[in-house]
């Protein structure tokens, strides 16, 4: 296997550790639920082809479903993500240009342009988990807040973590 693939199952297992042993004891208020695994679907390489992003997004979902004890909450919002990633990465982080990005994070592509990215695939994450999870558009407002709330946190978070643990020097 090459280097790429083991950094990136390395990726896996950190933020899927971090989320397991310290980010799910979290939760503040009932609105803010950091949940900072979901930056492994938005990290993969955007070479990833569209069946394995999805593939390995259920994959992700289903073990974060069967590790926490819900009932598909999370495989719903991560196929959401990888579906929107699919349409919107390479409109927001290549700015429609034919390039390969290895690792999108802060460093390898235009700040601005990868919070952008982060802010919008991390809220329609949550908007989707809520949602179900309520299962009702009677409590949307909560939905709303607690969305609004959860995205900035993981947001800050996420860039936290690569500014701790992602090379400055990737390949663009």
């Known amino acids: 296997m090459n280097k ?9 297992v950190l933020l899927m550790l971090l989320q397991l042993l310290v ?5 503040l208020g009932g609105y803010v639920m950091p949940l900072l695994y979901v930056l492994f679907i938005l990290m ?14 259920f994959g992700t979902g289903l073990l974060m479903d069967i590790m926490s004890g819900s009932l598909g909450f999370h495989a719903l919002a991560c196929i959401v993500v990888a579906m929107m990633r699919i349409t919107f990465a390479d409109r927001i982080l290549t700015r429609g240009e ?12 235009t700040p601005q342009y990868y919070i952008s990215y982060l802010l919008l695939l991390t809220a329609a994450f949550y908007l989707v988990f809520y949602t179900v999870e309520l299962f009702s558009f009677r409590g949307f407002g909560d939905v709303l807040l607690a969305t609004v709330c959860s995205t900035v946190v993981t947001t800050l978070l996420a860039v936290l973590y690569q500014v701790v643990f ?6 663009k």
């Open 44 to 57: 993969l390489p955007t070479s990833t082809s569209r069946t394995g992003m999805l593939f390995i997004a």
């Open 98 to 109: 034919d390039t390969v990005i290895e690792i999108p994070s802060i460093f390898s592509v």
């Open 4 to 12: 790429l693939v083991w950094r990136n199952i390395g990726r896996f």
């Open 166 to 171: 992602a090379r400055r020097k990737e390949e």
């Open 23 to 27: 980010l799910n004891q979290v939760y």
